[in-house]
């Protein structure tokens, strides 16, 4: 017996992008209560496990659904990953393996940052470098949003994402130095 998918999903194109899928507007800025209901509404309709009894057909395109329905929620809830995705999508590719060009201010802090992470002898030291870490994501994020949604700058968004991954690598050692110190 074939069954077919409810009218959320039929309507629906495996290849619309993730802010189509999740019926957003194409901007960096997301409602994340609303990212996490609409997902949660979209499992709903096409978990696997809901159309077990169905034709074969019918349960790979259950399985197709939902792996992309996972995919893009996983890209659109995590604000580096959104922020990519509206780049590729607006012609300004991330790129972040042949372009490391970065400015000398923020290649400095960087410097700066990692002598600070070596010299470091006390998980006091490491936490407060930590806080520093965190205040500059924050404040990178809020850039990020400004490229993008308010000036369309794609480019500059581009390059603001390129950035905040130098970050967020950083961030992660700050938090495996951490561990080393039993924090």
Same mark, same amino acid.
């Given at each position: 017996?074939?069954? +077919? ?31 996490? =209901? ?23 395109? @259950? ?7 996972? +995919? ?19 012609? @300004?590719?991330?790129?972040? +393996? ?16 990692? =002598? ?26 809020? +850039?990020? $949003? ?13 390059? $603001? ?23």
């Amino acid at each position: 017996m074939r069954r +077919e998918f409810p009218g959320l999903i039929r309507s629906m194109n495996l290849q619309s992008n993730d802010f189509e899928l999740f019926e957003f507007p194409l901007a960096y800025a997301l409602d994340r209560q609303r990212l996490d =209901e609409r997902w949660k509404t979209l499992q709903r309709e096409v978990h696997p496990d809901r159309h077990a009894a169905a034709d074969a057909q019918t349960q790979r395109r @259950a399985m197709q659904w939902s792996v992309r329905i996972n +995919e893009a929620y996983q890209r659109l809830k995590d604000p580096l990953q959104r922020a990519a995705y509206l780049c590729e999508l607006h012609g @300004a590719p991330i790129q972040a +393996e042949n372009n490391t060009a970065m400015p000398a201010a923020f290649l400095m802090q960087q410097m700066e940052w990692r =002598e600070a992470l070596e010299s470091a002898s006390t998980a006091r030291e490491v936490e407060d470098l930590a806080d520093e870490v965190v205040g500059a994501r924050r404040r990178m994020l809020a +850039e990020l $949003q400004l490229l993008a949604d308010e000036k369309q700058d794609w480019v500059g968004t581009a390059a $603001q994402v390129r950035a905040l991954m130098f970050v967020e690598r950083f961030g992660k050692d700050v938090d495996d130095r951490l561990e080393q110190l039993g924090q």
